[in-house]
């Protein structure tokens, strides 16, 4: 199974598109993840947190407390993610003598995840699409998923969902960080729905749809636990394969 993998395994070495790049991410995050520039403009810790009005921190601890603070085995991180999200992990991992596999569609994304983590982390870093893992199913102990699921088109985000499940363990978590459906009151549901609608044109349908109603038909009945953060702006959510 690793020989399958290690295929994938970027390398600063290889040549960098050998993985096709998805039409929305070039057609409308083009400015936010692949060009050096924007890694280096959005890779920082404030700008990340302002993005996500103050609320970065917070999840990021949500997310990570959902999935243990000692992680042996294997961990699956799927898509790369501005901030300290990953290094964070990886510490919990080491922790555990676990190993994290980070995959993301581009190698410059990858690139910049391994700047961030520091040398001998038990993290390999494998360049393919999320939509078609090259992984065994039942692999995982767990899998996380940050804020990617609005950043893609619908089709995708199902794929990417059956995916993440597939190569999850029965008995494994799938913890996943995300915009949600905001209460009433809350200012942003008016005001953050414009910059949405002009910067993240899918980001829109974690507001009208149930994450569980996007969740594959192998992940019906098993158990779903939901807490929402910021006036419901923000979710997390972690589904139990059983
Ligand atoms: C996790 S999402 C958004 C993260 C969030 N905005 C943040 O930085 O906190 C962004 C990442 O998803 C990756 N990505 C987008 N579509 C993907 C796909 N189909 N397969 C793998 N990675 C993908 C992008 O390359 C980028 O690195």
Redesign the pocket.
Known sequence: MDKQVDAYVWEAERIADAVPV?DY?ERIYWWT?NRSWAVWVFDRQWV?NAILLTQYNRMRRAVLAALGEILPGRTLQI?????DLTPKLAMRVAKGGGILDL????PI?LENARAKLPSGAPVRLINM???ALALPADRYDRVMI???LH??PKD?RAK?LKEAFRVLKPGGRLVMGEFSNPKWWNPFRYLWAVFLSIFEPFALDMWRTDIADMLPDAARGCRMDRNRYFGGLFQRTVVTKE
Not at 79 to 83: D, H, I
Not at 103 to 106: E, K, N, R, T
């Open positions: 998805p991410l993840y990340v898509s790369c993610a501005y901030g995959v993301d569609v581009l994304q699409n999320a939509e940050y804020f990617l950043e893609v995708v990417v």
